[in-house]
Protein backbone atom coordinates (compact mmCIF):
# COMPACT_ATOMS: atom_id res chain seq x y z
CA UNK A 1 0.00 0.00 0.00
CA UNK A 2 2.70 2.50 1.14
CA UNK A 3 4.76 1.78 -1.96
CA UNK A 4 2.12 2.12 -4.31
CA UNK A 5 1.71 5.57 -2.62
CA UNK A 6 4.98 6.07 -3.19
CA UNK A 7 5.83 5.18 -6.60
CA UNK A 8 2.70 7.81 -7.70
CA UNK A 9 4.62 10.50 -6.22
CA UNK A 10 6.22 12.53 -8.98
CA UNK A 11 9.68 14.33 -9.68
CA UNK A 12 7.94 17.82 -9.24
CA UNK A 13 6.11 16.81 -6.46
CA UNK A 14 9.47 15.44 -5.05
CA UNK A 15 11.39 18.20 -5.90
CA UNK A 16 8.80 20.76 -4.23
CA UNK A 17 8.84 18.80 -1.30
CA UNK A 18 12.76 19.60 -1.12
CA UNK A 19 11.86 23.09 -2.09
CA UNK A 20 9.70 23.56 1.45
CA UNK A 21 11.67 21.44 3.63
CA UNK A 22 14.35 23.47 2.87
CA UNK A 23 12.48 26.69 3.22
CA UNK A 24 10.95 25.20 6.64
CA UNK A 25 14.85 24.99 8.06
CA UNK A 26 15.72 28.34 6.71
CA UNK A 27 12.60 29.69 8.91
CA UNK A 28 13.60 27.89 11.91
CA UNK A 29 17.13 28.67 11.49
CA UNK A 30 16.67 32.30 11.60
CA UNK A 31 13.87 31.92 14.62
CA UNK A 32 16.76 30.49 16.32
CA UNK A 33 19.16 33.10 15.57
CA UNK A 34 16.35 35.76 16.60
CA UNK A 35 15.18 33.73 19.80
CA UNK A 36 19.58 33.73 20.32
CA UNK A 37 19.99 37.08 20.04
CA UNK A 38 16.40 38.41 21.83
CA UNK A 39 17.80 36.16 24.90
CA UNK A 40 21.55 37.24 25.27
CA UNK A 41 19.77 40.93 25.60
CA UNK A 42 18.31 40.02 28.01
CA UNK A 43 20.82 38.09 29.76
CA UNK A 44 22.97 41.14 29.15
CA UNK A 45 20.90 43.53 31.09
CA UNK A 46 20.53 41.16 33.68
CA UNK A 47 24.04 40.59 34.06
CA UNK A 48 25.02 44.10 33.38
CA UNK A 49 24.89 45.57 36.77
CA UNK A 50 26.96 42.77 38.39
CA UNK A 51 29.61 43.42 35.60
CA UNK A 52 29.50 47.31 35.82
CA UNK A 53 30.04 46.83 39.95
CA UNK A 54 33.08 44.85 39.66
CA UNK A 55 34.19 47.23 37.10
CA UNK A 56 33.95 49.91 39.19
CA UNK A 57 36.64 48.28 41.49
CA UNK A 58 39.09 47.48 38.99
CA UNK A 59 38.82 51.02 37.96
CA UNK A 60 40.73 54.84 38.86
CA UNK A 61 38.75 57.11 40.46
CA UNK A 62 38.62 60.04 37.27
CA UNK A 63 37.03 56.81 35.25
CA UNK A 64 34.15 56.28 37.71
CA UNK A 65 31.91 59.05 37.32
CA UNK A 66 32.30 60.39 33.77
CA UNK A 67 29.22 61.61 31.71
CA UNK A 68 28.38 60.19 29.72
CA UNK A 69 29.36 56.80 31.07
CA UNK A 70 32.37 54.75 30.08
CA UNK A 71 32.23 50.58 30.04
CA UNK A 72 36.09 49.76 29.40
CA UNK A 73 38.40 48.94 31.10
CA UNK A 74 40.62 52.19 31.44
CA UNK A 75 44.18 51.85 33.41
CA UNK A 76 42.90 48.71 35.15
CA UNK A 77 44.11 49.36 38.80
CA UNK A 78 44.05 47.13 42.13
CA UNK A 79 43.87 50.34 44.22
CA UNK A 80 40.78 49.44 45.62
CA UNK A 81 41.42 45.62 46.21
CA UNK A 82 44.73 46.95 47.69
CA UNK A 83 42.81 48.74 50.15
CA UNK A 84 40.04 45.87 51.07
CA UNK A 85 43.14 43.47 51.18
CA UNK A 86 45.32 45.42 53.57
CA UNK A 87 47.71 46.07 51.34
CA UNK A 88 47.89 49.74 51.39
CA UNK A 89 46.57 52.67 53.56
CA UNK A 90 42.56 54.28 52.46
CA UNK A 91 44.79 57.47 52.26
CA UNK A 92 47.88 56.70 49.96
CA UNK A 93 45.23 55.15 47.81
CA UNK A 94 43.40 58.23 47.39
CA UNK A 95 46.59 60.63 46.99
CA UNK A 96 47.19 58.12 44.29
CA UNK A 97 43.93 58.73 42.36
CA UNK A 98 42.84 61.92 43.25
CA UNK A 99 46.35 63.22 43.18
CA UNK A 100 45.78 65.41 46.24
CA UNK A 101 44.94 65.61 49.61
CA UNK A 102 41.51 65.09 49.83
CA UNK A 103 40.12 66.19 53.15
CA UNK A 104 39.28 62.32 53.57
CA UNK A 105 42.51 61.24 55.35
CA UNK A 106 41.98 59.34 58.69
CA UNK A 107 41.11 55.95 57.99
CA UNK A 108 44.16 53.74 58.08
CA UNK A 109 45.33 50.27 56.54
CA UNK A 110 42.83 48.57 58.61
CA UNK A 111 39.84 50.49 58.82
CA UNK A 112 38.99 48.85 55.50
CA UNK A 113 40.59 45.55 55.63
CA UNK A 114 38.10 43.03 54.44
CA UNK A 115 39.90 39.82 55.10
CA UNK A 116 39.09 39.47 58.66
CA UNK A 117 35.31 40.32 58.35
CA UNK A 118 35.37 37.70 55.27
CA UNK A 119 37.31 35.20 57.79
CA UNK A 120 34.10 36.16 60.45
CA UNK A 121 31.57 35.34 57.72
CA UNK A 122 32.82 32.50 56.80
CA UNK A 123 32.69 31.04 60.05
CA UNK A 124 29.29 31.96 61.02
CA UNK A 125 27.61 30.70 57.33
CA UNK A 126 30.12 28.09 57.88
CA UNK A 127 28.94 26.71 61.52
CA UNK A 128 25.34 27.72 61.43
CA UNK A 129 25.25 25.86 58.21
CA UNK A 130 26.82 22.42 60.12
CA UNK A 131 23.93 23.21 63.20
CA UNK A 132 21.40 23.35 60.80
CA UNK A 133 22.49 20.56 58.66
CA UNK A 134 22.78 17.94 61.92
CA UNK A 135 19.11 19.49 63.18
CA UNK A 136 17.58 19.36 59.68
CA UNK A 137 18.43 15.72 58.57
CA UNK A 138 17.09 14.19 61.39
CA UNK A 139 13.75 16.25 61.54
CA UNK A 140 13.37 15.87 57.48
CA UNK A 141 13.93 12.31 57.77
CA UNK A 142 11.30 11.96 60.77
CA UNK A 143 9.08 13.97 58.63
CA UNK A 144 9.47 11.86 55.77
CA UNK A 145 9.11 8.58 56.94
CA UNK A 146 6.81 8.24 59.72
CA UNK A 147 3.39 8.59 59.95
CA UNK A 148 2.07 10.29 63.04
CA UNK A 149 -0.40 12.60 64.57
CA UNK A 150 -0.63 16.42 63.37
CA UNK A 151 2.38 15.71 60.81
CA UNK A 152 0.43 18.21 58.27
CA UNK A 153 0.59 20.52 61.39
CA UNK A 154 4.24 20.16 62.00
CA UNK A 155 5.01 20.48 58.21
CA UNK A 156 3.03 23.74 57.92
CA UNK A 157 4.28 25.12 61.37
CA UNK A 158 7.99 24.81 59.74
CA UNK A 159 7.32 26.15 56.75
CA UNK A 160 5.18 29.57 58.59
CA UNK A 161 8.58 30.18 60.29
CA UNK A 162 10.25 30.55 56.63
CA UNK A 163 7.26 33.51 56.11
CA UNK A 164 8.40 35.08 59.66
CA UNK A 165 9.02 38.56 58.52
CA UNK A 166 12.71 39.17 59.93
CA UNK A 167 11.83 43.00 61.76
CA UNK A 168 9.02 41.36 63.34
CA UNK A 169 11.57 38.50 64.94
CA UNK A 170 14.83 40.80 65.13
CA UNK A 171 13.25 43.01 68.19
CA UNK A 172 12.42 40.37 70.48
CA UNK A 173 15.76 38.45 69.88
CA UNK A 174 17.23 41.46 70.32
CA UNK A 175 16.25 42.30 74.16
CA UNK A 176 16.15 38.57 74.53
CA UNK A 177 19.85 38.87 73.77
CA UNK A 178 20.47 41.31 75.95
CA UNK A 179 19.34 40.16 78.62
CA UNK A 180 21.10 36.46 78.36
CA UNK A 181 24.47 38.21 77.02
CA UNK A 182 24.33 36.78 73.72
CA UNK A 183 23.81 40.56 72.14
CA UNK A 184 26.91 40.88 70.24
CA UNK A 185 28.29 37.41 70.26
CA UNK A 186 29.80 35.66 67.64
CA UNK A 187 27.19 32.64 69.13
CA UNK A 188 24.77 34.65 69.15
CA UNK A 189 24.28 35.63 65.42
CA UNK A 190 25.02 31.49 64.66
CA UNK A 191 22.35 30.87 66.24
CA UNK A 192 19.91 33.27 64.79
CA UNK A 193 21.41 32.12 61.37
CA UNK A 194 20.76 28.45 62.27
CA UNK A 195 16.47 29.19 63.20
CA UNK A 196 16.71 31.15 59.41
CA UNK A 197 17.94 28.53 57.49
CA UNK A 198 16.40 25.59 59.66
CA UNK A 199 12.99 25.92 57.57
CA UNK A 200 14.46 26.04 54.60
CA UNK A 201 16.93 22.68 55.32
CA UNK A 202 14.37 20.90 56.68
CA UNK A 203 11.76 21.10 53.91
CA UNK A 204 14.19 20.76 51.17
CA UNK A 205 15.76 17.80 52.72
CA UNK A 206 12.21 16.44 53.24
CA UNK A 207 11.42 17.02 49.82
CA UNK A 208 15.19 15.09 49.24
CA UNK A 209 13.93 11.93 51.78
CA UNK A 210 10.89 11.36 50.01
CA UNK A 211 12.19 10.79 46.62
CA UNK A 212 14.09 7.41 48.25
CA UNK A 213 11.57 4.27 48.32
CA UNK A 214 10.66 3.43 52.06
CA UNK A 215 11.09 -0.08 50.97
CA UNK A 216 14.96 0.61 51.87
CA UNK A 217 13.93 1.78 55.34
CA UNK A 218 12.17 -1.19 55.81
CA UNK A 219 14.90 -4.00 53.95
CA UNK A 220 17.71 -2.64 56.51
CA UNK A 221 15.52 -3.04 59.23
CA UNK A 222 14.18 -6.33 58.48
CA UNK A 223 17.90 -7.12 58.01
CA UNK A 224 18.48 -6.08 61.58
CA UNK A 225 18.84 -2.53 61.82
CA UNK A 226 17.26 -0.19 64.17
CA UNK A 227 15.33 2.79 62.59
CA UNK A 228 18.31 4.95 63.50
CA UNK A 229 20.29 2.50 61.83
CA UNK A 230 18.46 2.55 58.80
CA UNK A 231 18.62 6.36 58.71
CA UNK A 232 22.29 6.97 59.27
CA UNK A 233 23.33 3.36 57.61
CA UNK A 234 21.57 3.40 54.52
CA UNK A 235 19.44 6.31 54.04
CA UNK A 236 21.61 9.22 54.40
CA UNK A 237 24.22 7.91 52.02
CA UNK A 238 21.09 8.09 49.33
CA UNK A 239 20.34 11.88 49.92
CA UNK A 240 23.97 12.46 50.19
CA UNK A 241 23.93 14.66 47.06
CA UNK A 242 20.78 16.85 48.70
CA UNK A 243 22.51 17.17 51.95
CA UNK A 244 25.14 19.00 50.23
CA UNK A 245 23.32 20.81 47.86
CA UNK A 246 21.00 21.37 51.03
CA UNK A 247 24.45 22.90 52.86
CA UNK A 248 25.55 24.72 50.08
CA UNK A 249 22.47 26.65 49.54
CA UNK A 250 22.30 27.36 53.64
CA UNK A 251 25.82 28.71 53.55
CA UNK A 252 24.78 31.15 50.61
CA UNK A 253 21.73 32.63 52.66
CA UNK A 254 23.65 32.90 55.76
CA UNK A 255 26.35 34.52 54.06
CA UNK A 256 24.18 37.00 52.70
CA UNK A 257 21.87 37.74 55.09
CA UNK A 258 21.87 41.30 56.40
CA UNK A 259 19.07 42.44 58.67
CA UNK A 260 19.77 39.64 62.11
CA UNK A 261 23.85 40.26 61.25
CA UNK A 262 23.23 44.15 61.46
CA UNK A 263 21.17 44.23 64.81
CA UNK A 264 22.76 41.65 66.33
CA UNK A 265 26.33 42.72 66.13
CA UNK A 266 27.84 45.89 67.00
CA UNK A 267 31.53 45.40 67.21
CA UNK A 268 32.96 45.65 63.93
CA UNK A 269 35.00 42.42 64.87
CA UNK A 270 31.62 40.43 64.51
CA UNK A 271 29.97 41.94 61.68
CA UNK A 272 30.01 40.10 58.43
CA UNK A 273 30.83 40.72 54.79
CA UNK A 274 27.47 42.67 53.93
CA UNK A 275 27.08 44.41 56.82
CA UNK A 276 30.62 46.15 56.31
CA UNK A 277 30.28 47.11 53.22
CA UNK A 278 27.12 49.51 54.06
CA UNK A 279 29.42 50.63 56.77
CA UNK A 280 31.93 52.12 53.64
CA UNK A 281 28.85 54.22 53.13
CA UNK A 282 29.34 57.22 54.14
CA UNK A 283 31.94 55.93 56.69
CA UNK A 284 33.76 59.78 56.07
CA UNK A 285 31.06 62.05 54.95
CA UNK A 286 31.33 60.56 51.64
CA UNK A 287 30.36 57.10 50.12
CA UNK A 288 33.07 54.94 48.90
CA UNK A 289 32.09 53.71 45.28
CA UNK A 290 35.49 52.53 44.86
CA UNK A 291 35.97 50.33 48.08
CA UNK A 292 32.50 49.47 48.16
CA UNK A 293 32.78 47.94 45.21
CA UNK A 294 35.94 45.89 45.76
CA UNK A 295 34.35 44.48 48.85
CA UNK A 296 30.69 43.86 47.51
CA UNK A 297 32.43 41.58 44.63
CA UNK A 298 34.53 40.14 47.20
CA UNK A 299 31.47 38.77 48.54
CA UNK A 300 29.57 37.60 45.70
CA UNK A 301 31.97 36.04 43.75
CA UNK A 302 32.55 32.77 45.92
CA UNK A 303 28.72 32.41 45.90
CA UNK A 304 28.62 32.80 42.01
CA UNK A 305 31.56 29.99 42.32
CA UNK A 306 29.18 28.02 44.99
CA UNK A 307 25.83 28.59 43.16
CA UNK A 308 27.59 26.38 39.99
CA UNK A 309 27.51 23.32 41.55
CA UNK A 310 24.12 23.66 43.20
CA UNK A 311 22.09 25.23 40.16
CA UNK A 312 20.18 22.39 39.77
CA UNK A 313 18.66 22.53 43.22
CA UNK A 314 18.07 25.93 43.45
CA UNK A 315 14.79 26.42 42.46
CA UNK A 316 14.31 23.22 44.93
CA UNK A 317 16.04 24.97 47.78
CA UNK A 318 14.29 28.63 47.58
CA UNK A 319 10.46 26.60 47.39
CA UNK A 320 11.48 24.59 49.99
CA UNK A 321 11.04 21.56 47.42
CA UNK A 322 7.99 22.10 46.05
CA UNK A 323 9.30 22.15 42.46
CA UNK A 324 11.97 20.28 41.61
CA UNK A 325 13.90 21.68 39.14
CA UNK B 1 11.91 -17.31 50.26
CA UNK B 2 9.74 -18.47 53.45
CA UNK B 3 12.41 -16.84 55.77
CA UNK B 4 11.63 -13.73 54.01
CA UNK B 5 7.73 -14.14 53.72
CA UNK B 6 8.24 -14.73 57.89
CA UNK B 7 10.44 -11.91 58.53
CA UNK B 8 7.87 -9.33 56.49
CA UNK B 9 4.47 -10.87 58.18
CA UNK B 10 6.88 -10.27 61.88
CA UNK B 11 7.28 -7.04 60.69
CA UNK B 12 3.63 -6.12 59.37
CA UNK B 13 2.45 -7.49 62.49
CA UNK B 14 4.48 -4.70 64.90
CA UNK B 15 3.26 -2.41 62.40
CA UNK B 16 -0.31 -3.18 63.29
CA UNK B 17 -0.02 -3.87 66.72
CA UNK B 18 2.03 -0.20 67.20
CA UNK B 19 3.78 -1.47 70.49
CA UNK B 20 6.18 1.15 70.69
CA UNK B 21 8.35 1.69 73.58
CA UNK B 22 9.32 4.87 74.37
CA UNK B 23 13.15 5.19 74.41
CA UNK B 24 13.24 3.98 70.78
CA UNK B 25 14.44 4.79 67.52
CA UNK B 26 10.71 4.68 66.59
CA UNK B 27 9.77 7.47 68.84
CA UNK B 28 9.12 10.55 66.37
CA UNK B 29 9.58 12.95 69.29
CA UNK B 30 13.27 12.31 69.35
CA UNK B 31 13.71 13.23 65.67
CA UNK B 32 11.50 16.25 65.85
CA UNK B 33 12.50 17.88 69.31
CA UNK B 34 15.68 19.83 68.10
CA UNK B 35 14.20 21.36 65.45
CA UNK B 36 11.00 22.22 67.23
CA UNK B 37 12.89 24.23 70.20
CA UNK B 38 14.91 25.97 67.33
CA UNK B 39 11.49 26.97 65.44
CA UNK B 40 10.23 27.74 68.27
CA UNK B 41 12.62 30.48 69.21
CA UNK B 42 12.16 32.45 65.85
CA UNK B 43 8.34 32.20 65.62
CA UNK B 44 6.06 31.20 68.43
CA UNK B 45 8.66 33.19 71.63
CA UNK B 46 8.56 36.85 69.22
CA UNK B 47 5.10 36.61 68.62
CA UNK B 48 4.05 36.00 72.10
CA UNK B 49 6.87 38.31 73.12
CA UNK B 50 5.30 41.19 70.63
CA UNK B 51 2.05 40.48 71.51
CA UNK B 52 3.24 41.19 75.27
CA UNK B 53 5.20 44.27 74.91
CA UNK B 54 2.64 45.46 72.80
CA UNK B 55 0.63 46.21 76.03
CA UNK B 56 3.93 48.18 77.29
CA UNK B 57 6.04 51.19 75.90
CA UNK B 58 9.61 51.33 76.84
CA UNK B 59 10.92 54.07 78.68
CA UNK B 60 14.42 54.76 77.25
CA UNK B 61 14.97 57.89 80.37
CA UNK B 62 13.94 55.52 83.01
CA UNK B 63 15.05 52.16 81.41
CA UNK B 64 11.87 50.82 82.55
CA UNK B 65 8.61 49.10 80.96
CA UNK B 66 5.74 50.99 81.45
CA UNK B 67 2.12 49.47 81.25
CA UNK B 68 0.01 51.67 78.82
CA UNK B 69 -2.52 49.08 78.32
CA UNK B 70 -4.21 49.37 75.09
CA UNK B 71 -2.63 52.38 74.03
CA UNK B 72 0.03 51.30 71.33
CA UNK B 73 -3.33 49.40 69.34
CA UNK B 74 -5.42 52.36 69.73
CA UNK B 75 -3.21 54.37 68.30
CA UNK B 76 -1.86 52.38 65.38
CA UNK B 77 -5.31 52.04 64.03
CA UNK B 78 -6.61 55.45 64.72
CA UNK B 79 -3.62 57.83 65.09
CA UNK B 80 -0.97 56.47 63.14
CA UNK B 81 -1.18 58.23 59.47
CA UNK B 82 2.55 57.08 59.06
CA UNK B 83 1.37 53.13 59.50
CA UNK B 84 -1.51 53.98 56.58
CA UNK B 85 1.04 55.20 54.64
CA UNK B 86 3.73 52.46 55.05
CA UNK B 87 0.97 50.18 54.58
CA UNK B 88 -0.57 51.50 51.14
CA UNK B 89 3.23 51.45 49.96
CA UNK B 90 3.87 47.95 51.27
CA UNK B 91 0.71 47.20 49.44
CA UNK B 92 1.34 48.99 46.00
CA UNK B 93 5.08 47.29 46.19
CA UNK B 94 3.85 43.82 46.14
CA UNK B 95 1.48 44.46 43.66
CA UNK B 96 3.62 46.20 41.34
CA UNK B 97 6.48 43.92 41.84
CA UNK B 98 4.50 40.36 41.94
CA UNK B 99 2.94 41.80 38.42
CA UNK B 100 5.90 42.80 36.59
CA UNK B 101 8.10 39.96 37.88
CA UNK B 102 5.25 37.03 36.83
CA UNK B 103 4.72 38.67 33.13
CA UNK B 104 8.54 38.86 32.54
CA UNK B 105 9.50 35.69 34.25
CA UNK B 106 6.71 33.88 31.82
CA UNK B 107 7.85 35.86 28.97
CA UNK B 108 11.51 34.99 29.41
CA UNK B 109 11.24 31.66 30.39
CA UNK B 110 9.47 31.24 27.13
CA UNK B 111 12.06 32.58 25.12
CA UNK B 112 15.00 30.37 26.93
CA UNK B 113 12.47 27.24 26.62
CA UNK B 114 12.48 28.14 22.99
CA UNK B 115 15.91 26.62 22.42
CA UNK B 116 18.39 29.25 21.55
CA UNK B 117 22.26 28.75 21.42
CA UNK B 118 24.26 28.52 24.60
CA UNK B 119 20.59 28.62 26.62
CA UNK B 120 22.52 26.54 29.69
CA UNK B 121 25.07 29.04 29.90
CA UNK B 122 22.16 31.97 29.68
CA UNK B 123 20.40 30.14 32.71
CA UNK B 124 23.45 30.01 34.67
CA UNK B 125 24.25 33.65 34.13
CA UNK B 126 20.53 34.62 34.65
CA UNK B 127 20.83 33.01 38.35
CA UNK B 128 23.84 35.40 39.31
CA UNK B 129 21.21 38.65 40.54
CA UNK B 130 19.42 36.27 42.66
CA UNK B 131 22.28 35.07 44.72
CA UNK B 132 23.82 38.24 45.11
CA UNK B 133 23.60 39.54 48.26
CA UNK B 134 20.62 42.01 48.45
CA UNK B 135 22.44 44.48 50.40
CA UNK B 136 25.20 44.56 47.77
CA UNK B 137 22.33 44.25 45.09
CA UNK B 138 20.75 47.76 46.28
CA UNK B 139 24.48 49.29 46.35
CA UNK B 140 24.80 48.30 42.92
CA UNK B 141 21.81 50.06 41.53
CA UNK B 142 22.18 53.07 44.20
CA UNK B 143 25.32 53.27 41.76
CA UNK B 144 22.96 52.70 38.40
CA UNK B 145 20.26 55.04 39.58
CA UNK B 146 22.51 58.29 40.88
CA UNK B 147 20.89 61.47 39.63
CA UNK B 148 23.81 62.61 38.08
CA UNK B 149 26.58 59.83 36.93
CA UNK B 150 23.82 56.33 37.30
CA UNK B 151 24.02 54.60 34.10
CA UNK B 152 19.84 54.12 34.05
CA UNK B 153 19.49 57.76 35.08
CA UNK B 154 21.68 58.85 32.18
CA UNK B 155 19.46 56.54 30.13
CA UNK B 156 16.28 57.70 31.12
CA UNK B 157 17.02 60.92 31.12
CA UNK B 158 18.46 60.74 26.90
CA UNK B 159 15.44 58.87 26.31
CA UNK B 160 13.13 61.73 28.31
CA UNK B 161 11.27 58.92 30.33
CA UNK B 162 12.44 60.97 33.34
CA UNK B 163 13.57 64.81 33.58
CA UNK B 164 16.33 65.85 35.91
CA UNK B 165 14.70 67.96 38.25
CA UNK B 166 13.07 64.53 39.32
CA UNK B 167 15.65 61.55 39.32
CA UNK B 168 14.78 57.93 40.27
CA UNK B 169 16.64 58.60 44.05
CA UNK B 170 16.07 62.00 45.70
CA UNK B 171 13.98 64.92 44.51
CA UNK B 172 10.89 64.75 45.87
CA UNK B 173 10.81 60.98 45.93
CA UNK B 174 8.17 60.61 43.27
CA UNK B 175 10.02 57.71 41.85
CA UNK B 176 11.54 56.66 45.17
CA UNK B 177 9.18 53.26 45.30
CA UNK B 178 10.00 52.44 41.69
CA UNK B 179 13.56 53.13 42.47
CA UNK B 180 13.28 50.48 45.29
CA UNK B 181 11.03 48.42 42.73
CA UNK B 182 13.86 48.01 39.99
CA UNK B 183 16.30 46.24 42.40
CA UNK B 184 13.75 43.89 43.48
CA UNK B 185 12.77 43.19 40.03
CA UNK B 186 16.01 42.39 38.77
CA UNK B 187 16.75 40.45 41.67
CA UNK B 188 13.75 38.42 41.63
CA UNK B 189 12.73 37.71 38.44
CA UNK B 190 15.01 35.39 37.84
CA UNK B 191 13.38 33.62 40.51
CA UNK B 192 9.86 33.27 38.11
CA UNK B 193 12.13 32.62 35.08
CA UNK B 194 13.71 29.51 36.61
CA UNK B 195 10.62 27.98 38.20
CA UNK B 196 8.57 28.43 35.15
CA UNK B 197 11.42 26.85 32.96
CA UNK B 198 11.41 24.02 35.60
CA UNK B 199 7.67 23.92 34.81
CA UNK B 200 7.83 23.91 31.12
CA UNK B 201 10.41 21.21 31.28
CA UNK B 202 8.25 18.41 32.58
CA UNK B 203 5.68 19.39 30.26
CA UNK B 204 4.37 16.65 28.30
CA UNK B 205 5.27 16.63 25.07
CA UNK B 206 2.53 15.04 23.35
CA UNK B 207 0.14 16.78 24.55
CA UNK B 208 1.86 19.91 22.91
CA UNK B 209 2.52 17.76 19.81
CA UNK B 210 -1.36 16.68 19.67
CA UNK B 211 -2.17 20.47 20.18
CA UNK B 212 0.12 21.40 17.37
CA UNK B 213 -1.20 18.47 14.76
CA UNK B 214 -5.22 19.93 15.67
CA UNK B 215 -3.75 23.51 14.12
CA UNK B 216 -3.41 25.34 17.14
CA UNK B 217 -1.24 28.13 16.44
CA UNK B 218 1.40 29.34 19.15
CA UNK B 219 -0.73 31.66 21.06
CA UNK B 220 -3.51 29.11 21.76
CA UNK B 221 -0.98 26.47 22.82
CA UNK B 222 0.13 28.87 25.25
CA UNK B 223 -3.31 30.09 26.64
CA UNK B 224 -4.98 27.11 26.12
CA UNK B 225 -2.24 24.03 27.31
CA UNK B 226 0.76 25.44 28.74
CA UNK B 227 -0.49 28.18 30.92
CA UNK B 228 -2.85 25.96 32.52
CA UNK B 229 -0.29 23.49 32.81
CA UNK B 230 1.82 26.06 34.44
CA UNK B 231 -0.90 27.20 36.97
CA UNK B 232 0.88 24.46 39.49
CA UNK B 233 4.36 25.76 39.90
CA UNK B 234 3.13 29.39 39.22
CA UNK B 235 0.83 29.56 43.03
CA UNK B 236 3.78 28.27 44.53
CA UNK B 237 6.58 30.98 43.14
CA UNK B 238 3.51 33.45 43.81
CA UNK B 239 3.74 32.21 47.24
CA UNK B 240 7.06 32.48 48.01
CA UNK B 241 7.57 35.91 46.31
CA UNK B 242 4.33 37.30 48.03
CA UNK B 243 5.45 36.49 51.86
CA UNK B 244 8.83 37.72 50.87
CA UNK B 245 7.67 40.99 48.98
CA UNK B 246 5.73 41.94 51.95
CA UNK B 247 8.83 41.79 54.31
CA UNK B 248 10.79 44.05 52.12
CA UNK B 249 13.31 45.72 54.23
CA UNK B 250 17.35 45.05 52.96
CA UNK B 251 16.54 47.60 49.81
CA UNK B 252 14.99 50.30 51.64
CA UNK B 253 17.44 50.24 54.04
CA UNK B 254 20.44 50.36 52.05
CA UNK B 255 18.73 52.79 49.17
CA UNK B 256 16.42 55.30 50.10
CA UNK B 257 16.04 54.86 54.13
CA UNK B 258 12.36 55.02 53.41
CA UNK B 259 12.59 58.43 52.16
CA UNK B 260 12.28 61.05 50.74
CA UNK B 261 9.02 62.19 52.56
CA UNK B 262 8.32 58.76 53.74
CA UNK B 263 7.64 57.81 50.36
CA UNK B 264 9.28 54.63 50.09
CA UNK B 265 8.90 53.63 53.30
CA UNK B 266 7.55 50.17 54.02
CA UNK B 267 5.88 48.58 57.24
CA UNK B 268 8.48 46.54 57.64
CA UNK B 269 10.90 49.61 57.57
CA UNK B 270 8.42 51.84 59.82
CA UNK B 271 8.41 48.94 62.57
CA UNK B 272 12.54 49.11 62.54
CA UNK B 273 12.83 53.20 62.65
CA UNK B 274 10.24 52.61 65.47
CA UNK B 275 12.19 49.97 67.43
CA UNK B 276 15.89 51.11 66.29
CA UNK B 277 16.01 54.71 65.68
CA UNK B 278 13.35 56.02 67.86
CA UNK B 279 13.63 52.99 70.64
CA UNK B 280 9.61 52.55 71.00
CA UNK B 281 9.92 49.27 71.34
CA UNK B 282 6.36 48.48 72.97
CA UNK B 283 4.84 50.17 69.61
CA UNK B 284 7.63 48.30 67.41
CA UNK B 285 6.09 45.32 69.09
CA UNK B 286 2.65 46.18 68.31
CA UNK B 287 3.52 46.52 64.09
CA UNK B 288 5.36 43.58 64.92
CA UNK B 289 2.22 41.39 65.77
CA UNK B 290 0.41 43.36 62.87
CA UNK B 291 3.35 42.36 60.41
CA UNK B 292 3.55 38.76 61.82
CA UNK B 293 -0.23 38.31 61.14
CA UNK B 294 0.04 39.84 57.87
CA UNK B 295 2.93 37.33 56.84
CA UNK B 296 1.20 34.50 58.18
CA UNK B 297 -2.57 34.95 57.00
CA UNK B 298 -1.60 35.27 53.73
CA UNK B 299 0.59 32.60 53.51
CA UNK B 300 -2.45 30.34 55.44
CA UNK B 301 -5.26 32.06 52.93
CA UNK B 302 -3.18 31.21 49.94
CA UNK B 303 -2.44 28.06 51.26
CA UNK B 304 -5.60 26.68 51.81
CA UNK B 305 -7.25 28.58 48.20
CA UNK B 306 -4.47 26.67 46.09
CA UNK B 307 -4.51 23.40 48.28
CA UNK B 308 -0.67 23.96 48.12
CA UNK B 309 1.07 20.45 49.98
CA UNK B 310 3.96 19.90 51.19
Given at each position: MTATTFTNITNEQRQANREYQRRQHRRKFVEKILVTLLTLVIVVVFVFPIFYWARLSITPYKYVFTIPPRFDFPATTTAWWNVVMGQKSYSDVMLEQVGGNTGVGGAGTSGYDIRPRIVNSVSIAGLSTLVVMIVATFTAYALSRFDMRFKQNIVFFVLSTRFMPGVAVVLPLYLMYREIGLYDTRFGLILAHVVINLPIAVLLLKSFFDDVPRDLDDAAMVDGCTRFGAFWRIIVRYVAPGLAAAAVLCFIFSWNEFLFSLYLTRTPELQTVPVTIRTYDASAGTTEWGLMSAAGTAAVIPVFIFVLFVQRYLIRGLTLGAVRG | MANRIAAQSELSLKGNQKRRHFWSSENPVFWLAPAVVFLFLYSIFPLLFNLYRSLYEFSSSKKVWVFVELRNWIKLFTDDSRFINALGITLQYVAIALVVELLLGLLIALLLDSKPWASGLMQTLIILPMVTAPAVAGLMFRLLEHSEFGVLSILAYSTGILIKDEPLMGGTGKYALVSVLIVDIWQWTPFFILIILAGLKGMPLEVLEAAEVDGANWFQRLTRI????????????????????????????????GGPALRSESVSYYSFVNTFAQVKWGYGATIGVVIMAMAWLSAWVYQKVFHLKW
Open positions: - | KIPLLFGVITVAILFRLVDLFKVFDYIAIMTA
